[in-house]
DNA sequence: CTTATTTCGTGCGTTATTGCACAAGTTAAT
DNA sequence: ATTAACTTGTGCAATAACGCACGAAATAAG
């Protein structure tokens, strides 16, 4: 994982927080790539190195943070949601910067998508409609509304600029899910 | 000047970094290569490429600030002391924790030594012992006497960790110097 | 519409950085 | 005193980043 070479990381890094940056100061559109260049102080050459396009730079963004996520599901698959849950809003806070351009931004809709998608996935190896509290109920039902509810309130607490403690919330929600699952 | 390549500013402007950090937890001799360059995340090998070893690395980091220096009296030439003293302390400012860690730290007493050396030499030609309120008076003396006065107050100042606002003591010292040159 | 200006995407040769390995010198611990 | 762990300085081949130049495509200006 970490083997790659020490230019490859810092490279890519610099040219992701330059397009972060970019973001959360125009839209996706009218960013070019000589403006991610200039920003993090890279050749424009070594951007096409490592990214298509610009669309390709946002794709494999997204799609890390989605790993890592992912990846952070797998650490905390014998936890309470309560606990868990800390760890997942403790991620958010850490990459603050990112998930809030990402879902406030107009130009990329697609994250909340991918998002809402890791969302339901990771939840789906939870409920249990065959017996237990959800007996009877739909399954996809279930996962679309607590899927949603998750998405949601994540979007509405990093759009308030993380006003309430990460504790809290992650604390909240964990009540609200260990109590529906 | 700027036709360096960029990687080798990145390079260096990393090391310098890492080298000043740990100047400021640790000290000169207890600080090695592999510090810098774990902290500087670059290449140990990389380090040698630039400098032959530490003491010429701090040797290169405080030569470049006296030439900067340097440089800006060429500038402020044709300034009072007033004026010019407000260049000189921003300066200073900017450069804080450069300044910090080399007056205070023991490991580098050298850099005292530089500083006085350049302040003596550019006061040189502003003073005048043929006429004028200096006549008469020993102008070796007058250089190393305001020289000291200037270093002191510097170090006094970047010590209390600039409590004072940069255009005050840069007016007052520029008052005392436009009186007695 | 036409003309600048800017951005794009790519090929290319050059250069800096990298990681590794090695022998020799230091430092610390038992 | 001897081992172990770490640092140093250097050689080397591999490779990432560089800067440049180019024609094509898109965008803005007159």
């Known amino acids: 994982m970490s083997m790659l070479d020490r230019r490859v ?3 890519q890094k610099a040219i ?33 190195d490592h990214y298509m396009d610009k669309f390709d730079l946002l794709d494999k963004l997204i799609e890390e943070h989605i790993n890592e996520l992912r990846n952070l599901c797998e650490s905390t698959a014998d936890m309470s949601f309560v606990e868990g849950n800390l760890m997942w809003f403790e991620y958010f806070e850490r990459n603050y910067s990112f998930f809030s351009t990402m879902l406030k931004s107009k130009g990329a809709p697609t994250f909340r998508i991918h998002f809402l998608k890791l969302v339901i996935e990771e939840l789906e ?17 279930i996962l679309n509304f607590f899927g949603a509810a998750i998405v949601e309130t994540v979007e509405a607490w990093i759009a308030n600029g993380l006003s309430e403690p990460t504790q809290v919330v992650a604390e909240q929600v964990g009540i609200l899910l260990d109590r529906n699952f």
């Open 16 to 48: 992701k927080n330059a397009f972060i940056e970019l973001m959360s100061e125009k839209s996706f559109d009218n960013i070019t790539i000589q403006d991610i260049s200039d920003r993090a102080n890279v050749g424009r050459r070594t951007i096409y």
């Open 125 to 141: 190896g939870e409920v249990d409609v065959t017996e237990g509290k959800n007996k009877g109920l739909s399954k996809s039902l």
């Open 9 to 11: 990381q810092k490279s």
